[in-house]
């Protein structure tokens, strides 16, 4: 039981260019997240996904697209990368539930680096 | 949002009693309290959650008070692998995900 991979770990990017950082999770969950941790910053929200084929914006969606074709994946794309993208990105996934706080499993994030 | 409010920084000592509190005035009837503990280069990972009163698991006691606008994580005997930064979060998952706000947590740093 892997819980939460993300890929890459690492990737150093040029302004301009675009990637996508993939997020999988084997637990079934039906809510699937991604954040960006900044210094000093905490995390913060960029778009988050209530399940397959459904997505929508967080805290900070500016210049970042998600996609959710499949339940256990998450994609988040960067369309034209800027520096101000330079971060530690998390990918984090729960259950639904009803009413309460579902806790979020979270990736060991992906180091990205734009120059 | 419930805006949470920590301490910056803590030191301790091996063996001893660490409380990490939490102070979230604007909580919603319907909140719950979360913490979790995050390690260098890895993503954070849940300790424990509450609603009310005392809640308490193999690894962490969590208070809440009956006004419910503060929680005080308590870790006892801590170790050197204790060291890491403590997150307190405020919220639910099914209508609230904007109101999920991570703050910048607490330092804990555990000394020989």
């Known amino acids: 039981n892997a819980g939460v991979t993300q890929t890459p770990k690492f990737r150093v990017l040029k302004t301009g260019q675009s990637m996508t950082l993939l997020c999988a999770q084997d637990?079934?969950?039906?809510?699937m997240y991604w954040y960006r941790q900044d210094p000093g910053m905490g995390l913060r929200l960029i778009h988050y996904s209530v399940g397959e084929g459904t997505t929508a914006k967080g805290e900070v969606p500016d210049g970042y697209n998600v996609s959710r074709l499949k339940k256990q994946n998450f994609l988040l794309g960067l369309e034209s990368a800027a520096p101000s993208q330079t971060s530690v990105y998390f990918c984090a996934s729960s259950y639904a539930g009803q009413a309460r706080y579902q806790p979020q499993h979270f990736g060991d994030g992906t180091r990205l680096s734009i120059l | 949002l419930a805006k949470t409010t920590q301490p910056i920084s803590m030191d301790s000592y091996e063996g001893q009693e660490v409380n990490i509190t939490c102070s979230h005035n604007n909580i919603a009837t319907n909140d719950y309290i979360t913490w979790y503990q995050q390690f260098p280069s890895q993503g954070p990972r849940f300790i424990i959650q509450g609603y009310k009163t005392k809640v308490t698991n193999e690894v962490a006691s969590l208070f809440i008070p009956a006004d419910r606008k503060s929680s005080t994580l308590s870790l006892p005997r801590v170790s050197l692998s204790d060291t890491a930064v403590y997150y307190c979060?405020?919220?639910?998952?099914?209508?609230?995900?904007?109101?999920?706000?991570f703050g910048t947590g607490t330092r804990l740093l555990v000394s020989p």
């Open positions: 979060l405020v919220g639910v998952t099914n209508t609230g995900f904007q109101k999920l706000v």
């Open positions: 637990m079934n969950h039906e809510y």
